[in-house]
């Protein structure tokens, strides 16, 4: 494997660490109002992210950051083409984020409400653009033989791109659930328990059409494998859940968006970012990768970095295990 195909793997790799931290994340927050009944039940849903929700959005920075450093054409068409989702992203995670610190400032009921607000809107609107670029990437954009957009910013709204948008938002939704089955107790577990099993199938069905979509369109022979993989294990995450195996469902919900994200890069290799006017225009892995001696710095430079990240993220979780309950939350006052 030479390095811009190791590196196309490392990005899918990244992608697929920030789906599956960021996605249980944005499922808690658009949870808060639904599983939350109370002030106390809705710190719990809070404190169960709150040690962990800003070191997931580095999985984010970094995926971004080696798609600028490995394949500059294709950090540059896509951030340039989809700048519209990507600005609405970026607004509402800062805005995700200083509620989160802002939210417990002031001791009152409306100045939480306003705040939990906002984290609501930023968690259901994050992963519809998340998916909405993810999806541009594996089904193209209008793009002519210089890699620039033809047409309005409007044209990434094709039905695909947008039922990969719908597919990250329901995954996340789901995923959320199972981490609040897995990391809280009492009434809190048992409502998030009821609300993967009964809204778990449809939910998994977005992602089951997006997939077969790619293959259909795109796909090789063997991207087969990691869909029928994904598609098992989804449902198998559901059967677990029906038996209270909270970690096992949480494992399970990974391997099956694990086999998404292969299927995905799987069906857009060896293209980073295809063309829908012309297959001759669209972008591919060789064109758009950086010079070798780039990619051996960025080589380097990554087999030194990625191992404290993942120590400091793994010791954080390690920490942080236990499950939380009301009775861990001290009385606030509520004027």
């Not at 001791?107 to 306003?114: G, I, Q, V």
């Amino acid at each position: 494997m030479d390095l811009p195909a190791f590196w196309f793997c490392v990005i899918a790799l990244l992608w697929l660490g920030y789906l599956f931290l960021e996605g249980f994340d944005f499922g808690v927050g658009m949870l808060l109002p639904i599983l939350g009944r109370g002030e106390a039940e809705r710190r719990v849903l809070i404190n169960t992210i709150g040690p962990v929700w800003d070191g997931n959005e580095v999985w984010l920075i970094v995926a971004g950051g080696s798609m600028f450093a490995a394949f500059p054409g294709w950090y540059a068409s896509l951030f340039s083409t989809a700048y519209l989702p990507l600005t609405v992203l970026l607004i509402v995670l800062i805005g995700r984020g200083v509620a989160f610190e802002y939210r417990g400032k002031v001791d009152t009921a409306r100045w939480r409400k306003s705040w939990d607000a906002v984290i609501v809107l930023a968690s259901w609107a994050a992963p519809l653009m998340v998916g909405l670029m993810l999806s541009a990437t594996v089904f193209g954009l209008p793009l002519n033989a210089n890699g620039d957009r033809v047409g309005s910013p409007l044209v990434i709204l094709t039905w695909p791109n947008v039922l990969g948008a719908v597919s990250v938002l329901a995954f996340s939704l789901l995923h959320g659930a199972a981490f609040l089955a897995l990391k809280t107790e009492g009434e809190v577990r048992a409502r998030a328990q009821r609300f993967a099993l009964t809204l778990g199938v449809p939910l998994l069905a977005p992602l089951a059409a997006l997939l077969l979509v790619a293959q259909l369109r795109e796909g090789a022979s063997w991207t087969w494998i990691p869909l029928l993989t994904s598609l098992a294990a989804g449902l198998a995450a559901l059967g677990r859940q029906a038996r209270s195996r909270d970690g096992q469902a949480f494992t399970l919900q990974g391997i099956a968006l694990a086999g998404a994200v292969v299927t995905l890069f799987g069906a857009l290799w060896p293209n980073v970012l295809p063309s829908t006017l012309d297959p001759e225009w669209s972008l591919s892995v060789a064109e758009t990768a950086s010079s070798p001696y780039t990619l051996a710095v960025v080589s380097w430079v990554a087999a030194f970095g990625t191992p404290a990240v993942l120590v400091y993220q793994g010791w954080t979780y390690w920490v942080f295990r236990k499950r939380i309950g009301t009775k861990h939350i001290p009385p606030v006052h509520v004027p």
